[in-house]
Nanobody, 122 residues
C-alpha cells in the first residue's frame, strides 16, 4: 500500500504565501514523478505543477512565475511554494505521484492524496 499525505493548506490573504507538502509512504520501490493538481468548486481538476525524478518541472499557465515545485527524493516528499496568491487560487490541492511499489516494480501506478484546502481571501 502507498499513501500520499498533504499538509500546509489553510486560509491566507491575497498576496500572501503558503507552502504545501506531500509525503509518500508505504511499499515504495521508486518514484518516477510527483506533482500537484487543484480543483475549485464546480470546475475540473487542473495541473498546477509537476516534477520528474530528474528535476524537470512543468507548470500550469496560471501559476507560472508565482509557484515553485521542489522535491526531496530522500524523504519521498514534494513541496509547492505558492507566492503572490490570488483569490482564484482557492481550491483543493491534490498531490499525485507515479510510484513503482515493491509488489509492482515494473509498471508505475498513479497515486493521489486526499487533498488540502487552500482559501485565498480578497
Amino acid at each position: 500500500q502507498v499513501q500520499l499525505v498533504e499538509s500546509g493548506g489553510g486560509l491566507v490573504q491575497a498576496g500572501g504565501s503558503l507552502r504545501l507538502s506531500c509525503a509518500a509512504s508505504g511499499s515504495i520501490f521508486s518514484i518516477n514523478a510527483m506533482g500537484w493538481y487543484r480543483q475549485a468548486p464546480g470546475k475540473q481538476r487542473d495541473l498546477v505543477a509537476h516534477i520528474t525524478n530528474g528535476g524537470i518541472t512543468n507548470y500550469g499557465d496560471s501559476v507560472k512565475g508565482r509557484f515553485t515545485i521542489s522535491r526531496d527524493a530522500a524523504k519521498n516528499t514534494v513541496y509547492l511554494q505558492m507566492n503572490s496568491l490570488k483569490p482564484e487560487d482557492t481550491a483543493v490541492y491534490y498531490c499525485t505521484a507515479a510510484i513503482r511499489t515493491t509488489v509492482a516494480v515494473i509498471v508505475a501506478g498513479d497515486y493521489w492524496g486526499k487533498g488540502t484546502l487552500v482559501t485565498v481571501s480578497s
